[in-house]
């Protein structure tokens, strides 16, 4: 007996089946001793039509009331669930952010979760009532509503989960686990038993949309167990923990992959000292997040970079560019569309060298160019064409051995 936490997400609360559903998986946990406490998102695309509602009403709509629209969405999931389970005779209670103790930075539309006072859930608990919170959302201490940014009521779970000191916290969702690869792309995709907080960190990061990146990093740090799991089938989903087990194995655990990139060339750079520093600094103060960065010889009188952007940041990024190109010292700016970025990631990598070797061996095997790599302890990205993006996913899902979890790996150091 103990304490968890779920969290339902859009789809899995999407109609008033599904939120019976939901509150049939709620009192399977109670019916085993278990305090509950449950996070909801809004029911279904429910945020994005308040979205599209705001951009009617006006162009620019105001973050306060963004955040004052947005946080309806969840409202009405947890009245409606609570509402299903006394239904069933549960005893259980709804609460918003706010009154669930969820405090906030002051920032609208992605404010970071500050402190939880569990006073009043803990009351609710101890009267063994389920609690019911509004996930995404939370109290400034200026006393404004505010929200943690889209995909946010995970970190809500998280958050929750870490301050009760809960057992575990469960992601129910429309998928049934953290796979290899996206199954709908790369076939032989495998459901992964478990994952480790840093690789499903990497993974959250490079787009694998199933955790938010920040709950992943609320769970590490505060070494929250976390499992995401299927909200419709009764399945093992994929437990998320420090340490996993690597008796299958496995020194790659996850092959992402993301379109859209964009590699930007500055060429003809003053080779100085405060040259680089001036170029990003400029674009983190327009709020262009880089990645990749590649930098030619710097022995020589002027230097070229290339680095990679999102393709919802080029306009930006060339306007920011050329706006400021007397300052920071350049000649010309060049850019290349038509990109993707694949990784593969896996903790293993940390003790055993010759994976990225074995990358981009095999890549071009398969007549596979590279045009940019980065690499951390426990990833290697590489930026392909995107017509080839698939391919490359997918070789290096079976060169790995993904596809086939129970054969242990071996690295081919040529
Ligand atoms: N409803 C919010 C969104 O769609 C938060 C969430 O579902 O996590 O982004
Ligand atoms: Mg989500």
């Known amino acids: 007996m103990g304490l968890i936490v779920q969290k339902f997400g859009g789809t899995s609360v999407g109609d008033i089946g599904r939120i019976k559903n939901a509150a049939g998986r709620v009192m399977d946990e109670k019916k085993k001793g278990n305090d509950v406490v449950v996070v909801v998102s809004a029911m279904g695309k429910t945020t994005d039509g308040l979205v599209g509602l705001a951009y009617q009403a006006a162009s620019k709509p105001s973050k306060r009331e963004l955040d004052m629209i947005l946080t309806t969405g969840e409202q009405i999931t947890i009245s409606l669930l609570t509402m299903a389970l006394q239904d069933s005779g549960y005893d259980a209670v709804s609460m918003t952010g706010w009154q669930a103790g969820i405090e906030t930075e002051s920032i609208h539309g992605n404010a970071r979760i500050t402190n939880i006072n ?115 089938e009764k399945l093992d989903g994929t437990i998320i923990e420090e340490e996993v087990s690597m008796e299958t194995g496995l020194i790659v655990r996850g092959v992402a992959f993301e379109e859209e990139i964009i590699r930007m060339t500055v060429f003809g750079l003053r080779n100085e000292i405060t040259s680089l520093s001036s170029i990003f600094s400029t674009l983190a103060k327009h709020h262009i997040n880089v990645d990749i960065i590649i930098q030619s010889k710097t022995e020589t009188e002027s230097i070229n970079l290339s680095f990679s952007i999102k393709r919802e940041d080029l306009e930006d990024a060339i306007e920011v560019l050329q706006n400021n190109r007397k300052e920071l010292g350049f000649t010309t700016i060049e850019h290349e569309s038509g990109l993707s970025k694949v990784s593969i990631v896996g903790s293993g990598m940390i003790s055993n060298p010759g994976v990225a070797a074995q990358m981009f061996e095999v890549l071009a095997d398969h007549d596979i160019p590279i045009k940019m790599v980065s690499t951390s302890e426990i990833k290697v990205s590489v930026v392909v064409d995107e017509s080839q993006m698939l391919k490359a996913a997918e070789v290096l899902h079976t060169e790995f051995n993904l596809d086939k979890a129970e054969q242990p790996q071996k690295v081919s150091v040529k």
């Open 118 to 232: 569990t006073d009043k859930i803990k009351d609710n608990l101890s009267e063994s009532r389920i609690v019911v919170v509004a996930g995404f959302q939370g109290l400034a201490g200026n006393g404004e509503i505010t929200t943690l940014g889209r995909g946010g009521s995970d970190t809500t779970a998280v958050a929750l989960a870490a301050a009760l000191k809960a057992e575990r916290c469960d992601i129910y969702t429309d998928v049934d686990g953290v796979y290899t690869s996206d199954p709908r792309y790369v076939k032989n995709a495998r459901k992964l038993a478990s994952v480790a907080y840093d690789e499903m960190l990497e993974l959250a990061n490079l787009g694998a949309g199933v955790l938010h990146p920040r709950a992943v990093e609320f769970a590490k740090n505060y070494g929250v167990p976390l499992s995401v799991r299927s909200s419709m």
